[in-house]
């Protein structure tokens, strides 16, 4: 099918929930008034399941399709959190709380799936049923991850996952997805560096952090372009450099602080291994000690095959298959879904933006031109991954 003409009635409620989302910000597991709201419609919508608190502030509902209560039980899921940025966008539906806002468009996921959840339950023309997942915490809180702990897929007997991200710079309505990885794996780390303190103008008698840490920022950037294979993907970046606090003092210590990308286990190994070697003996040539303490944060995100073959039809119903890019680049940042997908097969697809600010940009805004395709693909997806009757 093209869009789904049925529910053009509903596009003028969606984009209100959106901005009704977007005015109201809330920042990782703290989706209060976004969840409760999400709640209330699913049950008004007629779900035959309402929970909520699932992974602390996450909220799913239960449709059974035409034969009721039996059969698949496939995953479609939104996230609902916000970021703290100062929006920049002078909207009408602006963020009315200061230093936070829907930068990244959950706010239009959310809306999106209530859509689709509001004409599934009145049209049920599916086999098997569809759980949809509204999640918190996804902007660093691993939101998924403690709904999949929380016994999430077990709980709904969800055989397969679904998730959808809107994309700057991909053609407004068009999708892109690929095979295997396509978000990659986000690592943070913290380097502590441990010199000798003392006079500005003395420093044969200090051992110096910054110098230090300054070597360390230097031949750390070697690793991916001396140690990873060209072939495959990495990025290493620091974003934090503390030490001292003025112009004639040589302090005693240093923090570095700074984030791993992959897209492959080994890669990911080898980054973390060959960061250790290059802090630990760059301290020890300038007499400092330094520790790297390494967190493995969110993993790589990895479509299974087959679940793309599903996404990609419905998408193809959606936009036609000209509009769908089958081999999308993979993208450096990073996707909790992942935890998802690593516990259920599953696709997690781009759905295109066009010409906006991106993503975590104080003036990014979600467009409302695209509801209609994100809402047609789910409902698609659901119909045709379930079993349409």
Not at 245 to 262: E, M, Q, S
Not at 354 to 371: C, E
Request: proline letters at 4%; a negative charge.
């Amino acid at each position: 099918m093209p869009l789904n003409k049925d529910i053009a009635p509903m596009l003028e409620e969606i984009v209100a929930w959106r901005h009704d989302f977007h005015k109201h910000p809330e920042l990782q597991f703290e989706v209060h008034r976004t969840a409760g709201i999400v709640a209330e419609k699913l049950a008004e919508f007629g779900c035959d399941a309402v929970v909520t608190g699932i992974g602390r502030t996450g909220v799913v509902g239960l449709i059974h399709g035409s034969a009721g209560a039996g059969g698949p039980v496939i995953g479609l899921r939104a996230d609902m959190d916000a970021l703290p940025i100062m929006e920049e966008t002078g909207c009408s539906y602006a963020s009315q709380t200061a230093g936070l806002m829907h930068a990244c468009g959950h706010d239009g996921h959310t809306a999106m799936l209530l859509g689709a959840v509001k004409y599934l339950a009145a049209t049920r023309r599916f086999a098997g049923s569809v759980a949809v997942i509204f999640q918190p915490a996804e902007e660093g809180g691993g939101g998924a991850n403690e709904m999949v702990k929380d016994g999430l897929l077990e709980r709904f007997a969800i055989t397969q996952v679904y998730g959808m991200h809107n994309m700057p710079g991909l053609a407004a309505g068009t999708f892109g997805m690929r095979t295997g990885p396509i978000m990659a794996a986000a690592d943070r780390f913290r380097i502590e560096i441990d010199g000798r303190g003392g006079h500005a103008a003395r420093p044969h008698d200090c051992i110096d952090p910054i110098l230090v840490g300054a070597q360390i920022v230097s031949a750390a950037h070697s690793i991916v372009a001396r140690n990873v294979d060209p072939l495959n993907s990495a990025v290493l970046s620091f974003g934090a450099f503390n030490a001292g606090f003025t112009d004639n003092v040589i302090p005693n210590v240093a923090l570095l602080k700074g984030t791993v990308r992959t897209l492959n286990g080994a890669v990911q190994d080898l980054m973390e291994q060959r960061l250790g070697e290059v802090v630990d003996l760059t301290a020890r040539t300038f007499g400092a000690t330094a520790r790297l303490h390494y967190l493995r944060d969110y993993p790589v995100t990895v479509n299974a095959d087959a679940n793309v073959d599903i996404a990609f039809a419905a998408a193809a119903a959606v936009a036609g298959a000209q509009n769908v890019d089958r081999d999308v680049a993979p993208m450096m940042g990073s996707e909790d879904f992942a935890f998802m997908l690593q516990k259920r097969p599953g696709a997690y697809i781009f759905l295109g933006q066009g010409k906006t600010a991106g993503l975590h940009h104080p003036k990014y805004d979600f467009n409302d031109d695209v509801i209609p395709a994100g809402v047609s693909y789910w409902i698609e997806l659901a119909s045709s991954s379930a079993g349409a009757r």
